[in-house]
């Protein structure tokens, strides 16, 4: 017989993990849900997960691809590489702060863990990736770009990529909870970064003064680290992987420690 | 813990009622730099709450509207954890807090047993095995396939007591929700509460109708103001409440 007694309580941050471990259906069942939803009424159906980026990257690629005919060859393979990360990053996270300020009215009704729809947001958005995947492919099929064994090292990239995203929108998903303009404050930022971001340009063309700090911009490394063994068919360098696992490792415990001490408290916020 | 099936010592709820509207970080940046905080004030919603349920019993929770019941309720359900003392629960719990909580009213009848299901903690095999049964129970019928928002809510109410009580629990907690549904359902829904209770399932009802609580329960609670005003046998504690507050015409 399941026992419950407050007093026993595991630390916050073990119990919330075994609570999602019991729930695992449900994040599953969930994740199913949003993709049957968006992708339902659309006659295309999956193929308008495949088209989505296909057709950003062709329109990008014609209005910029020229300017970086020398610098960048196969320049729409450069493009949708960081494309698909920073939509990774962004969109994720966007969709876990909105999925907890306004669906979580249900956690205040029943129990279930309370990072459910925040882990399912990753979820969804790793799908999403990994669909995208395949129409990066289609581009560097008909580009003819070089396919080496380097692409062994994505499921690295990816795994780092995840738990960064993960972090960041537990973090962002608690601020949510507490202040109701993080949603509009996070967007205007982000489009700043994302000029800030060599991901239509490559880093070069910055003028030394600005390029000096971009050692600072956090997402680079994330890129890199994906865009690297496709575009540039070698392992991304150590420091720079040794940077991106840092980054998303401190960004996974800062989110799950701060989002798992606080959950309790989002119940009388929402 | 001898044979409480439930106990609850000094449980505190209070909820933080902000004076201002809730701050954005725009709002909390500009008091930071005048140096003035948010005022709060707490309101307890449960003030030092204490007791106990034995297993098997039926105890009925009643009080005035804003009494703290179906807080109470929530915090044996563990969706709100109390700020201060201890709730402990032995045995799978039942809800019937708002029945349909957990639907999504994009998708049917069937796709939304299976996600109240996985809601209530069950696995998605378990689920499939008792989809007959749930569905049996709901009377849907072949509204199953189609989106929840096409049905009335009687029939949302239904499909969700159907899935909620489809096997048995050793606690049921039921928040108003025994009028729920034409007669015919009332009828086969407090069929199931007293089979249910025969087979040795605790129950716990919130209910303004005291003539319900008192067909079904052998235990009251009485809760005013968050606090606990008296507890007892079902006739000694419904006569002081009847004279008490609501004097005999
Ligand atoms: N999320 C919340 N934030 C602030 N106050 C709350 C919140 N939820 C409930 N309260 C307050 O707690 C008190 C108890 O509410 P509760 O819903 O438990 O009452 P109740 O006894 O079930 O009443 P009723 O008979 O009307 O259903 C009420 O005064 C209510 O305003
Ligand atoms: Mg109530």
Redesign the interface.
């Known amino acids: 017989m399941p026992k419950y007694d407050s007093a026993k309580r595991p630390p916050l941050i073990i119990d919330e993990f075994f609570q999602l471990i019991r729930y695992r259906d449900l994040v599953i069942l969930i994740i199913e849900n949003i993709l049957k939803s968006r992708y339902k009424r659309s006659t295309l159906g999956i193929f308008w997960m495949l088209l989505n980026p296909l057709l950003q990257t062709i329109v990008l690629t014609i209005a910029f691809g020229t300017m970086f005919k020398s610098s960048l060859p196969n320049y729409a393979v450069y493009l949708l590489c960081g494309l698909l990360i920073w939509n990774y990053i962004t969109q994720t996270t966007q969709y876990a702060m909105v999925s907890m300020t306004q669906g979580g009215g249900l956690l205040r009704r029943i129990y279930i863990p309370r990072a459910t729809y925040i882990v399912a947001s990753a979820g969804n958005g790793l799908i999403n990736l990994l669909v995208s995947i395949a129409s990066l492919a289609i581009i560097i099929f008909f580009l003819n770009h070089p396919i080496t064994l380097s692409w062994f090292f994505l499921p690295i990239s990816i795994l780092i990529l995840t738990m960064f995203t993960l972090g960041f929108a537990l973090l962002l998903s608690t601020a949510a909870v507490f202040f109701n303009d993080t949603v509009d404050i996070y967007q205007v930022l982000t489009q700043a970064l994302f000029f800030l971001t060599p991901i239509m340009y490559p880093p070069s063309i910055l003028p030394t003064e600005i390029g000096k700090y971009l050692i600072w911009n956090p997402i680079i490394p994330l890129i890199d680290i994906f865009r690297i063994p496709i575009y540039n068919n070698t392992l991304p360098d150590m420091d720079i992987i040794i940077k991106a696992i840092i980054l998303a490792t401190i960004m996974l415990i800062v989110g799950w420690t701060l989002f798992t001490n606080k959950a309790d408290q989002v119940i009388y916020r929402l | 813990m001898n044979n409480n099936i439930i106990q609850l010592e000094n449980v505190t709820i209070s909820?933080?009622v902000p004076h201002e509207k809730?701050?954005?970080?725009?709002e909390?940046a500009i008091r930071w730099l005048k140096r003035r905080r948010v005022s709060y004030t707490y309101f307890n919603a449960l003030n030092n709450v204490s007791f106990s349920v034995k297993k098997g019993d039926t105890v009925g929770i009643i009080g005035s509207n804003g009494a703290g019941k179906s807080t109470l309720l929530k915090v044996i359900?563990?969706?709100?954890?109390?700020n201060q003392?201890?709730?402990?629960?032995?045995?799978?719990i039942a809800?019937l807090?708002?029945l349909g909580?957990?639907f999504?009213y994009?998708?049917t009848g069937r796709?939304n047993i299976?996600?109240n299901g996985?809601?209530?903690?069950?696995?998605?095999k378990n689920i499939a095995d008792r989809l007959e049964s749930i569905m049996e129970f709901s009377g849907i019928g072949e509204f199953i396939d189609a989106p929840i928002r096409t049905y009335s809510s009687g029939m949302v109410a239904r499909l969700g007591f159907a899935i909620a009580t489809d096997t048995q629990p050793?606690i049921l907690i039921i928040d108003e929700i025994l009028a729920v549904g034409d007669t015919d359902f009332q009828k086969k829904s407090a069929k199931r509460i007293l089979q249910y209770h025969n087979d040795g399932s605790t129950i716990l009802v919130v209910s303004h109708n005291l003539d319900s609580i008192k067909n079904l329960c052998n235990h009251v609670i009485w809760l005013e103001h968050g606090l606990v005003k008296n507890t007892g046998p079902v006739d000694d504690i419904l006569n002081q409440y009847l004279q008490k507050d609501h004097p005999a015409d």
């Open positions: 909820f933080r809730i701050p954005t970080f725009q909390y359900a563990q969706v709100i954890r109390p003392g201890r709730l402990y629960v032995e045995g799978r809800p807090l708002e909580a957990g999504d994009e998708l796709e299976f996600l996985a809601i209530l903690g069950f696995s998605r050793d």
